[in-house]
């Protein structure tokens, strides 16, 4: 789950499988895995073949174009069928609102698709759809129906109530790779001013959506229709300051906020099922409700801005980006909570922005684990950092050096924006 700040613009301003500690007997097996990158630079994605007992990445094809300039990509997800990619492209050349009038016509972003290959290549479909003003979080229900984008907007100086500036979600349906819109829905009562959407989760059941917002420092919880429509629901949950991403755990238990402005995570149980957090009597269903967890919100290091947990849900990682680490945490099974993995962090390159997890074939005697790598994208270094662990134990170690974005005359490609992987 990847940066979402008030624009990767603003980051720029400010701007494989190695042993673990421990000696172990293992028994490595092959396979094939793929990752995603767009990067800004050249306005592309590119697919690596994922060697999934080392971890290590092989560039796989030619790179393919995003948008068009000024849009650049800035967040990016694979269809839960892993056949199609979706790419959410922004406009940074936004106005300062002044008056008259108060609200600017800044220009919307769009999404753009792909076909994923059975060689793991991409192809680019034909044309984009358009999306709201700085689309930055993307996510899809589980069963690949819809695609919800969180769209920013331009916070209004003046409060006023305008489709111009406040923040919407924009919601998909989806049919392979073609999308149809279902709507643009706001984040904020009318009258009031703009929340500024910046990420978005799904809940195991599709029925709810939750979503991060920058600007009051919330998470909102709104209703998923069958058609996809949304309501909100429910008082919007505080947490720290500028929340920049959020992730569900696989099971659908708990939902963590990575608050880029605070430098923690604010952390909470999902009532999607009946659970021993989310009690519902005879007859109800549940509500969707957030319930804080235990010491919640957990420290981190200097500006997270993207979160990920292991496949298992064991562990869960956050890119710290003003401090150039990943800081890393066991999860506590039925609980939720946060204690530090050792090492608590672990550098990583110049301004990472994006992590993604991916589950390894090499399997570790010890403990009967396996080795499973985690990926970040530096978008001040032009890199990939590459890091290892063992899925029963956690502690990441640094794999191989990272992997320098080029283009066909290998110069640097660079800033590298986001990171998918199947």
């Not at 979402?4 to 293992?26: D, E, I, Y």
């Not at 990445?57 to 650049?72: E, H, I, Q």
């Amino acid at each position: 789950m990847g940066m979402k700040v008030a624009f990767f613009a603003g980051l720029l301003a400010l701007a494989v499988l190695g042993l673990l500690s421990c000696s172990t007997t293992r028994s490595s097996s092959s396979g094939t895995g793929a990752l995603f990158v767009t990067t800004q630079g050249d306005n592309s994605v590119s697919a690596f073949s994922v060697a999934l007992g080392t971890g290590a990445l092989t560039a796989n094809g030619n790179s393919v174009a995003t948008d068009k300039l000024p849009l650049v990509p800035t967040a990016m997800i694979l269809a839960p069928s892993g056949n199609a990619l979706f790419v959410a492209n922004s406009n940074p050349n936004i106005p300062p609102p002044s008056p008259p009038p108060p609200c600017p016509a800044p220009p919307a972003g769009t999404i753009t698709s792909y076909t994923v290959n059975s060689d793991g290549t991409l192809t680019a479909v034909s044309g984009s759809s358009p999306a709201g003003i700085i689309p930055s979080g993307m996510a899809i229900d589980s069963a690949g129906h819809f695609l919800f984008v969180a769209n920013q907007g331009v916070q209004s100086p003046t409060g006023t109530d305008q489709v111009c500036q406040k923040g919407t979600i924009s919601v998909f349906a989806i049919s392979g790779t073609s999308l149809s819109k279902v709507g643009d829905f706001f984040t904020s009562a009318p009258g009031q001013n703009g929340t500024r959407p910046v990420a978005v989760a799904v809940s195991l059941s599709g029925n709810f959506l939750y979503v991060a917002n920058q600007f009051d420092g919330t998470v909102s919880v709104f209703s998923i229709a069958s058609s996809g429509a949304l309501t909100m629901i429910l008082a919007p949950y505080p947490v720290g300051m500028t929340p920049s991403a959020l992730a569900l755990s696989p099971d659908g238990s708990f939902v963590y906020v990575a608050n880029s402005g605070s430098g923690n995570v604010s952390a909470f149980t999902v009532c999607d099922k009946q659970s021993a957090t989310c009690a519902v009597t005879p007859g109800s269903t549940p509500d969707g409700s957030l319930n804080p967890i235990p010491g919640s919100p957990f420290p981190a290091a200097l500006g997270p801005i993207s979160v990920t947990t292991d496949s298992a849900g064991r562990f869960l990682y956050v890119v710290d980006n003003g401090s150039n680490q990943v800081s890393q945490y066991k999860i506590s099974a039925g609980t939720g909570v946060l204690v530090a993995d050792s090492p608590a962090t672990i550098s990583t390159g110049d301004h990472p922005v994006w992590v993604s997890s991916r589950a390894g074939t090499t399997t570790v005697s010890a403990t009967g684990g396996t080795i499973d790598y985690l990926y970040v994208a530096n978008i001040g270094a032009n890199t990939i950092s590459t890091f290892s662990f063992d899925s029963t134990i956690g502690g990441l170690s640094v794999s191989g050096t990272p992997v320098t974005l080029v283009n066909g005359a290998r110069q640097p490609r660079g800033q590298p924006s986001a990171i998918a992987v199947k």
